[in-house]
């Protein structure tokens, strides 16, 4: 059974940082590539980031320049650092498996899902 288990997420102040960490087991890790996505109340899952199962990291415009993906594959787990966040940064964050070499930036293409974790960011 795959399982995804995301943590990390808090309330933080505009302009400081969080750290989110995704936990992935019963799936065998180094075949993946791992993506992040987060969604705000009222509005669709979006794309935030994501790793190639060889490391290779994607990012949305929105956040590039302040957030770094990167995956551990030691510990399978999958991290987003999160610098320099915005109140528009809020929302609940997924991670998601996608058993491909190269990750996706579409949601309906995530083969395994993590539950979320909020990250609230205060003006």
């Known amino acids: 059974q795959v399982q995804l288990v995301e943590s990390g997420g808090g309330l933080v102040q505009a302009g400081g940082s969080l750290r989110l960490a995704c936990a992935a087991s019963?799936?065998?890790?180094?075949?993946?590539?791992m993506g992040w996505f987060r969604q705000a109340p009222g509005t669709e899952r979006v794309f935030v980031a994501a790793?190639?199962?060889?490391?290779?990291?994607y990012y949305a415009d929105s956040v590039k320049g302040r957030f770094i993906i990167s995956k551990e594959s030691a510990e399978n787990t999958v991290l987003l650092r999160m610098n320099n966040l915005k109140p528009e940064d809020t929302a609940v964050y997924y991670c998601?498996?996608?058993?491909?070499?190269?990750?996706?930036?579409?949601?309906?293409?995530?083969?395994?899902w993590g539950q979320g974790t909020q990250v609230t960011v205060s003006s």
């Open positions: 019963g799936v065998i890790f180094s075949r993946c590539a």
């Open positions: 998601a498996a996608l058993e491909k070499v190269i990750p996706s930036r579409l949601s309906r293409e995530y083969d395994y």
């Open positions: 790793v190639s199962r060889g490391g290779v990291p």
